[in-house]
């Protein structure tokens, strides 16, 4: 059983540079999280989904975009990459939206921008 | 502002002994608490979870306290192993957060032998 599934692990783009990042899960979970690890800080909200052909803003959306047209497959895309959004991304799933039901994660995506 | 502070970034703690994790948050709103477990090139794995309605879980050689009114959780490890030895985040959520987690900056563990 995969559980989440993140690719790729490593990438380094140039400023202004386009990537997406993928994010399976194959345990039929409904909610999907997209977050960005920084040194010092905690996990940080960029976007999630409640469900097939939805996505909304978490805690730091600016400068990503979302897109989850299957039900396993969550999408992460940098249109212009800066380098303030090197870090490593973490991608998560959920079987219930309730806050005691713990994420299941992926084991992250390190992106330097050059 | 962070909602959920980990002030501890890092902890060291003999083989065998008791360690002792603690987490303060801000937000009387919270209802839920979770603590993550997480080793280098691997996400976060959780660990176990506390209701509001609580004071207190366990499972196995852990256990997690939390203090309302002081606003302050504290997750005990007992006996430390080699293997506990990783980066541990608090985590909050509430009804008003729906879906979403709050996450605290995390705490690395060394049990040394």
């Known amino acids: 059983n995969a559980g989440v599934t993140q690719t790729p692990k490593f990438r380094v783009l140039k400023t202004g540079q386009s990537m997406t990042l993928l994010c399976a899960q194959d345990m039929n979970h409904e909610y999907m999280y997209w977050y960005r690890q920084d040194p010092g800080m905690g996990l940080r909200l960029i976007h999630y989904s409640v469900g097939e052909g939805t996505t909304a803003k978490g805690e730091v959306p600016d400068g990503y975009n979302v897109s989850r047209l299957k039900k396993q497959n969550f999408l992460l895309g940098l249109e212009s990459a800066a380098p303030s959004q090197t870090s490593v991304y973490f991608c998560?799933?959920?079987?219930?939206?309730?806050?005691?039901?713990?994420?299941?994660f992926g084991d992250g995506t390190r992106l330097s921008i050059l | 502002d962070q909602q959920v502070k980990q002030n501890s970034p890092s902890l060291s703690v003999q083989e065998g002994r008791i360690s002792i994790l603690n987490c303060d948050y801000t937000?009387?709103?919270?209802?839920?608490f979770l603590w993550y477990k997480k080793y280098p090139a691997e996400g976060p794995t959780f660990l176990i979870s506390i209701s509001s309605i609580k004071d207190k879980n366990e499972d196995g050689r852990f256990t997690v306290f939390l203090n309302k009114s002081a606003k302050h959780l504290s997750l005990h490890i007992v006996p430390s192993q080699p293997g506990d030895s990783a980066v541990y985040f608090c985590?909050?959520?509430?009804?008003?957060?729906?879906?979403?987690?709050?996450f605290g900056p995390g705490t690395r563990l060394s049990v040394l032998p």
């Open positions: 998560a799933s959920s079987s219930l939206g309730r806050g005691n039901q713990p994420q299941h």
């Open positions: 937000n009387s709103m919270f209802d839920y």
């Open positions: 985590a909050a959520s509430g009804d008003n957060y729906g879906q979403n987690f709050v």
